[in-house]
């Protein structure tokens, strides 16, 4: 079945420009996460959604950065005025919420992102 | 979360079982343990979890000690595509105000040789 799809899968921009990357998580699954890799780091949480409730914003390192999830789908992240300290992997997760208990994530292949 | 401690590397010969130690001696009651594995330019990709009890699925086994402290995860029949790094991740099974959001350590890179 469908995986998580992000796209693009690669990005190149200048330095001050915005960038908006997607994600489309795995149908029916209401949680979905962003993270982002830098290189040789390990995996850093930026933001969450789950269904209609307020998205848990703790992770996103300043105000340049947004998230939004429309219809309760897919997810938009937006870096504003990129800086070349913002070059990473951004990997986008979904899973299902049974009850209260949380499902495993499952990651799309991300978005490389470089900022020249 | 608990916090997880792995060897940083392992090397195993195809064919045959790895096995990948995983220690988390802080764990509490209402934190499961989860398994990762990232190859080369793709996203994590979710292997097996589990509480307390050994758990086996398609890809792997879990096997937990029984005061929770420590974990192996087991590949039993190594192939040279298993080759990738390896989370271990302690995360509490619901509520709380993590979320479930998943913090990954630096993992154990698994090289398997022919």
């Known amino acids: 079945g469908a995986g998580v799809s992000q796209s693009p899968s690669n990005k190149v921009t200048e330095k001050g420009k915005d960038v908006e990357l997607r994600c489309d998580p795995i149908s029916g699954h209401t949680a979905l996460y962003w993270y982002r890799q830098s290189l040789g780091q390990g995996l850093e949480f930026l933001i969450y959604f789950q269904g209609n409730s307020a998205p848990d914003k703790s992770g996103l390192p300043s105000d340049r950065f947004s998230a939004e999830r429309t219809g309760g789908s897919v997810s938009t992240l937006t870096i504003q005025r990129t800086q070349q300290e913002d070059s990473a992997v951004y990997l986008c997760?979904?899973?299902?919420?049974?009850?209260?208990?949380?499902?495993?994530?499952?990651f799309g292949d991300g978005t490389r992102l470089s900022i020249l | 979360d608990a916090k997880t401690t792995q060897p940083p590397s392992m090397d195993c010969a195809e064919g045959r079982a790895a096995n990948l130690p995983c220690n988390h001696s802080?764990?509490?009651?209402?934190?499961?343990v989860y398994w990762y594995r990232q190859i080369h330019s793709q996203g994590p990709q979710y292997i097996i979890h589990?509480?307390?009890n050994n758990e086996t699925n398609e890809m792997a086994s879990l096997i937990i000690t029984e005061d929770r402290k420590s974990s192996t995860l087991i590949l039993p029949h190594a192939t040279l595509r298993d080759t990738a790094v390896y989370y271990c991740i302690v995360r509490a099974y619901a509520g709380g105000t993590s979320y479930g959001k998943l913090t990954f350590g630096q993992g154990t890179i698994l090289t398997v040789h022919p």
């Open positions: 997760a979904s899973s299902s919420r049974g009850g209260r208990y949380y499902q495993p994530q499952h």
């Open positions: 802080t764990i509490s009651g209402n934190e499961y």
């Open positions: 589990g509480l307390k």
